[in-house]
């Protein structure tokens, strides 16, 4: 009645050992959805190994911003301990996705989603993007320096396990 969605996730995996990057849910929305505010760790990108350099606090930038100046795209701009987040055009239209209950959420907005970036080796080849791609997660894979060092640590490594979890959503109309 009062027009907000609650999603509840009851994940269940035949496989619980496989390690995964994200246990989330992803949404595609339209490209003109492209301001992101949120409440939670910020500004910069955060990941569960790395969240306590970043200040919880009310953040606000665009989409594309959200972008993290890797010469290599690849997945980026996550946020931890987001209790709200907001995603609108420039009129302040959009949606809205909120923590339920005590757990706090992961959240990630981005212009392209990871299919676009894999194949693309400089920025400057990412195409005009098509869409505004909302991540509301569980968990995310932590960084560790797997790059050019070791793996995250155990405790940061996400895998297949079952698992519940809710968010609201909500829509935004000025």
Known sequence: GNGIIKSDNDIKFSDQNVVLARLGVRIFLNKDLNHFNYLGRGPMENYADRKRGSDVGNYSSTVMEQMTGYEKPMECGNHEDVRWANVTDANGNGIGVRQS????????????????????????????????????SHETLGVGSYGCGPRPLPQFIVHSKDATFSYEIDLLNK
């Open 101 to 136: 209950g005590d757990a706090h959420l992961q959240v990630s907005a981005l212009p392209y989603s990871d299919e676009q970036m894999r194949p693309v080796d400089y920025k400057i080849d990412l195409p005009k993007p098509d869409a505004t791609v909302l991540c509301v």
